[in-house]
Protein backbone atom coordinates (compact mmCIF):
# COMPACT_ATOMS: atom_id res chain seq x y z
CA UNK A 1 0.00 0.00 0.00
CA UNK A 2 2.70 2.46 0.81
CA UNK A 3 4.71 1.58 -1.99
CA UNK A 4 2.23 2.03 -4.16
CA UNK A 5 0.81 5.53 -2.71
CA UNK A 6 4.78 6.83 -3.33
CA UNK A 7 4.59 5.69 -6.89
CA UNK A 8 1.10 7.71 -7.51
CA UNK A 9 2.73 10.78 -5.34
CA UNK A 10 5.86 10.39 -7.74
CA UNK A 11 3.86 10.32 -10.39
CA UNK A 12 2.09 13.60 -9.43
CA UNK A 13 5.29 15.45 -8.87
CA UNK A 14 6.32 14.69 -11.93
CA UNK A 15 3.82 15.98 -13.93
CA UNK A 16 3.53 18.84 -12.24
CA UNK A 17 6.61 19.87 -12.09
CA UNK A 18 6.91 21.64 -15.20
CA UNK A 19 4.34 24.30 -14.23
CA UNK A 20 7.34 24.95 -11.19
CA UNK A 21 10.57 25.90 -13.69
CA UNK A 22 11.96 25.70 -17.05
CA UNK A 23 13.11 22.45 -18.00
CA UNK A 24 14.00 20.89 -21.08
CA UNK A 25 11.39 18.55 -23.02
CA UNK A 26 13.29 16.82 -25.38
CA UNK A 27 13.15 16.81 -29.16
CA UNK A 28 10.67 17.41 -31.61
CA UNK A 29 10.09 17.05 -35.82
CA UNK A 30 7.45 20.03 -37.80
CA UNK A 31 5.53 19.99 -40.35
CA UNK A 32 3.90 23.68 -41.96
CA UNK A 33 0.36 22.85 -42.05
CA UNK A 34 -2.49 24.87 -42.92
CA UNK A 35 0.00 27.90 -43.34
CA UNK A 36 0.52 30.42 -45.58
CA UNK A 37 3.76 32.53 -45.81
CA UNK A 38 6.58 31.86 -43.42
CA UNK A 39 4.31 31.21 -40.47
CA UNK A 40 2.11 28.84 -38.78
CA UNK A 41 -0.38 26.51 -38.42
CA UNK A 42 3.27 23.94 -37.36
CA UNK A 43 1.98 20.89 -36.20
CA UNK A 44 4.96 19.90 -33.86
CA UNK A 45 5.56 15.93 -33.18
CA UNK A 46 6.82 15.09 -29.70
CA UNK A 47 9.75 12.53 -29.92
CA UNK A 48 13.37 11.27 -28.98
CA UNK A 49 12.31 11.72 -25.10
CA UNK A 50 10.15 14.25 -25.60
CA UNK A 51 7.94 14.85 -22.05
CA UNK A 52 5.73 17.10 -24.28
CA UNK A 53 1.99 16.03 -24.20
CA UNK A 54 -1.21 17.39 -26.71
CA UNK A 55 -4.07 16.00 -24.31
CA UNK A 56 -5.14 20.08 -23.53
CA UNK A 57 -6.07 20.16 -27.59
CA UNK A 58 -8.62 20.06 -29.33
CA UNK A 59 -9.70 17.30 -32.02
CA UNK A 60 -9.00 19.96 -34.36
CA UNK A 61 -5.70 20.90 -33.36
CA UNK A 62 -3.80 17.58 -32.30
CA UNK A 63 -2.69 14.58 -34.09
CA UNK A 64 -2.59 16.78 -37.56
CA UNK A 65 -0.42 15.04 -38.80
CA UNK A 66 1.13 12.17 -36.74
CA UNK A 67 -0.17 10.94 -33.46
CA UNK A 68 0.24 13.00 -30.31
CA UNK A 69 1.75 15.71 -32.69
CA UNK A 70 -0.14 19.36 -32.05
CA UNK A 71 -0.43 22.80 -33.77
CA UNK A 72 1.20 25.98 -32.89
CA UNK A 73 2.07 29.11 -33.96
CA UNK A 74 5.54 31.15 -34.60
CA UNK A 75 6.54 34.04 -31.74
CA UNK A 76 9.52 35.22 -33.44
CA UNK A 77 10.17 35.82 -37.48
CA UNK A 78 13.96 36.37 -37.42
CA UNK A 79 14.71 32.67 -36.71
CA UNK A 80 13.73 29.50 -38.22
CA UNK A 81 12.18 26.30 -37.15
CA UNK A 82 14.31 23.06 -37.58
CA UNK A 83 13.70 19.81 -37.87
CA UNK A 84 14.40 17.49 -34.64
CA UNK A 85 15.20 20.66 -32.84
CA UNK A 86 15.73 20.52 -29.07
CA UNK A 87 13.02 22.11 -26.85
CA UNK A 88 13.33 24.18 -23.44
CA UNK A 89 9.71 25.13 -22.28
CA UNK A 90 10.07 28.43 -20.95
CA UNK A 91 8.33 29.16 -17.18
CA UNK A 92 10.08 32.42 -16.15
CA UNK A 93 11.41 35.54 -17.29
CA UNK A 94 15.02 36.36 -17.47
CA UNK A 95 14.37 38.58 -14.88
CA UNK A 96 13.03 35.83 -12.48
CA UNK A 97 9.45 36.74 -12.51
CA UNK A 98 6.96 34.07 -13.73
CA UNK A 99 5.97 34.88 -17.23
CA UNK A 100 7.01 32.61 -20.35
CA UNK A 101 9.10 34.23 -22.82
CA UNK A 102 10.49 33.90 -26.42
CA UNK A 103 14.30 34.13 -26.15
CA UNK A 104 15.98 36.31 -28.89
CA UNK A 105 15.18 36.93 -32.08
CA UNK A 106 12.33 39.39 -31.62
CA UNK A 107 10.86 42.95 -30.74
CA UNK A 108 9.22 43.89 -26.92
CA UNK A 109 12.17 42.67 -24.49
CA UNK A 110 12.05 43.31 -20.65
CA UNK A 111 15.64 45.55 -21.59
CA UNK A 112 17.97 42.42 -20.79
CA UNK A 113 18.33 41.94 -24.14
CA UNK A 114 17.52 38.42 -24.58
CA UNK A 115 13.73 37.77 -23.01
CA UNK A 116 11.09 38.80 -24.97
CA UNK A 117 7.83 38.11 -21.95
CA UNK A 118 4.80 36.47 -24.12
CA UNK A 119 1.99 39.19 -24.24
CA UNK A 120 -1.55 38.08 -22.17
CA UNK A 121 -3.64 38.67 -25.30
CA UNK A 122 -1.37 36.73 -27.58
CA UNK A 123 -1.93 33.57 -24.62
CA UNK A 124 -5.66 33.99 -24.78
CA UNK A 125 -5.43 33.55 -28.19
CA UNK A 126 -3.50 30.30 -28.38
CA UNK A 127 -6.07 29.00 -25.60
CA UNK A 128 -9.10 29.71 -27.47
CA UNK A 129 -7.33 28.13 -30.98
CA UNK A 130 -5.95 24.75 -29.14
CA UNK A 131 -8.87 24.42 -26.99
CA UNK A 132 -11.32 24.60 -30.35
CA UNK A 133 -12.94 28.02 -29.28
CA UNK A 134 -11.50 31.01 -31.70
CA UNK A 135 -14.45 32.27 -33.12
CA UNK A 136 -14.38 32.42 -36.99
CA UNK A 137 -11.60 30.20 -37.61
CA UNK A 138 -11.91 27.01 -40.16
CA UNK A 139 -11.39 24.12 -38.28
CA UNK A 140 -13.36 21.41 -39.90
CA UNK A 141 -12.38 23.09 -43.80
CA UNK A 142 -16.17 24.26 -43.64
CA UNK A 143 -14.98 27.82 -44.08
CA UNK A 144 -14.40 30.50 -41.28
CA UNK A 145 -15.62 33.67 -40.88
CA UNK A 146 -16.98 34.81 -44.14
CA UNK A 147 -15.94 31.19 -45.87
CA UNK A 148 -12.22 31.96 -45.28
CA UNK A 149 -10.13 28.79 -45.29
CA UNK A 150 -8.18 27.11 -42.40
CA UNK A 151 -4.66 28.42 -44.26
CA UNK A 152 -6.84 32.09 -44.49
CA UNK A 153 -7.75 31.61 -40.64
CA UNK A 154 -4.41 30.94 -39.53
CA UNK A 155 -2.62 33.20 -41.45
CA UNK A 156 -4.40 36.08 -40.26
CA UNK A 157 -3.98 34.63 -36.56
CA UNK A 158 0.16 34.10 -37.46
CA UNK A 159 0.34 37.85 -38.44
CA UNK A 160 -1.63 38.89 -35.57
CA UNK A 161 0.43 37.23 -32.84
CA UNK A 162 3.71 38.42 -34.88
CA UNK A 163 1.98 42.00 -34.21
CA UNK A 164 1.17 41.79 -30.56
CA UNK A 165 4.97 40.22 -29.85
CA UNK A 166 6.42 43.83 -31.81
CA UNK A 167 8.13 41.17 -34.43
CA UNK A 168 8.06 44.07 -36.57
CA UNK A 169 5.78 45.71 -39.05
CA UNK A 170 2.95 45.79 -36.38
CA UNK A 171 2.00 46.56 -32.86
CA UNK A 172 -0.85 45.70 -30.49
CA UNK A 173 -4.13 44.54 -32.80
CA UNK A 174 -3.19 47.13 -35.34
CA UNK A 175 -2.29 44.32 -37.96
CA UNK A 176 -2.01 46.24 -41.63
CA UNK A 177 -2.54 45.07 -44.98
CA UNK A 178 0.35 44.99 -46.36
CA UNK A 179 2.48 41.57 -47.22
CA UNK A 180 4.88 40.74 -44.54
CA UNK A 181 6.73 37.44 -44.47
CA UNK A 182 4.51 35.88 -47.59
CA UNK A 183 1.41 36.68 -45.42
CA UNK A 184 -0.69 38.23 -46.93
CA UNK A 185 -4.14 40.08 -45.06
CA UNK A 186 -7.56 40.67 -46.44
CA UNK A 187 -10.33 42.68 -45.83
CA UNK A 188 -12.28 39.64 -43.95
CA UNK A 189 -8.93 38.58 -42.48
CA UNK A 190 -8.84 42.54 -40.90
CA UNK A 191 -12.30 42.04 -39.93
CA UNK A 192 -12.11 38.59 -38.34
CA UNK A 193 -8.84 40.32 -36.12
CA UNK A 194 -11.05 42.61 -35.26
CA UNK A 195 -13.34 40.59 -34.08
CA UNK A 196 -11.15 38.65 -31.97
CA UNK A 197 -10.36 41.79 -30.44
CA UNK A 198 -13.58 42.71 -29.52
CA UNK A 199 -13.96 39.02 -27.59
CA UNK A 200 -11.16 39.87 -26.18
CA UNK A 201 -12.34 43.18 -24.15
CA UNK A 202 -15.07 41.04 -21.74
CA UNK A 203 -12.96 38.10 -21.65
CA UNK A 204 -11.81 39.22 -18.08
CA UNK A 205 -8.03 37.53 -19.31
CA UNK A 206 -4.84 38.61 -17.33
CA UNK A 207 -1.89 36.62 -17.48
CA UNK A 208 -1.02 33.63 -19.75
CA UNK A 209 -3.20 31.04 -18.13
CA UNK A 210 -1.49 27.53 -19.48
CA UNK A 211 0.36 28.92 -22.47
CA UNK A 212 3.84 28.65 -22.14
CA UNK A 213 6.72 29.50 -25.04
CA UNK A 214 8.57 26.29 -26.10
CA UNK A 215 12.42 27.73 -27.04
CA UNK A 216 13.53 26.03 -29.90
CA UNK A 217 17.56 25.32 -30.43
CA UNK A 218 19.37 23.05 -32.97
CA UNK A 219 21.86 21.48 -29.88
CA UNK A 220 21.49 20.91 -26.48
CA UNK A 221 24.42 19.81 -23.56
CA UNK A 222 22.31 17.62 -21.53
CA UNK A 223 25.83 17.33 -19.56
CA UNK A 224 26.40 21.34 -18.98
CA UNK A 225 22.45 22.35 -19.59
CA UNK A 226 23.39 24.52 -23.02
CA UNK A 227 21.73 24.97 -25.69
CA UNK A 228 23.23 26.08 -28.97
CA UNK A 229 21.74 27.61 -32.35
CA UNK A 230 18.53 29.30 -31.67
CA UNK A 231 15.65 28.50 -33.91
CA UNK A 232 11.62 29.22 -34.53
CA UNK A 233 10.08 29.41 -30.66
CA UNK A 234 6.51 27.85 -30.75
CA UNK A 235 3.63 27.83 -28.57
CA UNK A 236 2.56 25.18 -26.11
CA UNK A 237 -0.81 24.90 -24.38
CA UNK A 238 -0.21 22.37 -21.37
CA UNK A 239 -2.17 20.39 -19.58
CA UNK A 240 -3.67 21.55 -16.64
CA UNK A 241 -1.94 20.35 -13.57
CA UNK A 242 -4.81 20.17 -11.41
CA UNK A 243 -6.94 18.48 -13.17
CA UNK A 244 -3.67 15.72 -13.95
CA UNK A 245 -2.85 15.50 -10.20
CA UNK A 246 -6.81 14.87 -9.33
CA UNK A 247 -6.97 11.79 -12.19
CA UNK A 248 -3.85 10.11 -10.43
CA UNK A 249 -5.09 10.65 -6.90
CA UNK A 250 -8.71 9.28 -8.32
CA UNK A 251 -6.82 6.29 -9.75
CA UNK A 252 -4.91 5.63 -6.49
CA UNK A 253 -8.24 5.62 -4.49
CA UNK A 254 -9.43 3.25 -7.08
CA UNK A 255 -6.24 1.04 -7.01
CA UNK A 256 -6.54 1.00 -3.14
CA UNK A 257 -9.86 0.01 -3.11
CA UNK A 258 -9.66 -2.78 -6.23
CA UNK A 259 -6.64 -4.30 -4.18
CA UNK A 260 -9.13 -4.07 -0.99
CA UNK A 261 -11.25 -6.35 -2.24
CA UNK A 262 -9.10 -8.46 -4.19
Known amino acids: MKTFSL ?7 LITAPAMA ?4 GQVNYTQKHATGQGGEFSLEPHSGSI ?15 SGSFQTFCVEVSEHILDNSHVNVSEKDVSGTTV ?4 EGGGGTDGSGFGDPLDSRTAWLYTQFATGNLDGYDYDGTGGYNSLTRAQTAGAL ?13 TDWDVDLSSYYGIDINTDQRQ ?3 NWQIAYGPSGWSGIGNVRVLQLYENYNSMTGVYDGFRQDQLYLTPVPGAVLLGLLGLGAAGMK ?5
Open 7 to 13: IICLLCF
Open 22 to 25: DFYA
Open 52 to 66: LSNSAYDAFTRDQTT
Open 100 to 103: SYAY
Open 158 to 170: QRLIWSLEEEGGG
Open 192 to 194: LIL
Open 258 to 262: LRRFA
